[in-house]
């Protein structure tokens, strides 16, 4: 068990963010009534994540690692509305969101 300790507490900060995450998603979905399954989330934010995988720079890594423990809190706290966690998660299904048209669509006007 103490090894196992050990070798998470030398991981990157942002692998240890994630993995807190991911032990949370259950509850949150139950929490906020979500009907997406867990697999998906965890999905959805390891590429939100990922997103930031091009900084290098210590300082900002530990900004943002920072700024995604304070989501969590908030998420976890229910600060943050359901609302907010779908836009978060599934920015793609937002009510109401037009469809992208293409160039062709926009030449003949339909």
Known sequence: MALR?????????????FR???????????????DLP???VRGR?????RQN????????????VNRGYLELEETCLQHKTRHQLLNKIDPIAKPGAAKPRSLLDEMVGV
């Open 53 to 64: 995988s091009h900084v290098k720079d210590d300082r900002v890594v530990r900004a943002l």
């Open 38 to 40: 867990a697999d998906v």
């Open 5 to 17: 300790q050990f070798a998470i507490a030398e991981t990157k900060p942002a692998v240890k963010l």
């Open 20 to 34: 807190d995450i991911a032990r949370e998603i259950p509850r949150v979905l139950t929490i906020f009534d979500i």
């Open 45 to 49: 934010v390891a590429g939100i994540i």
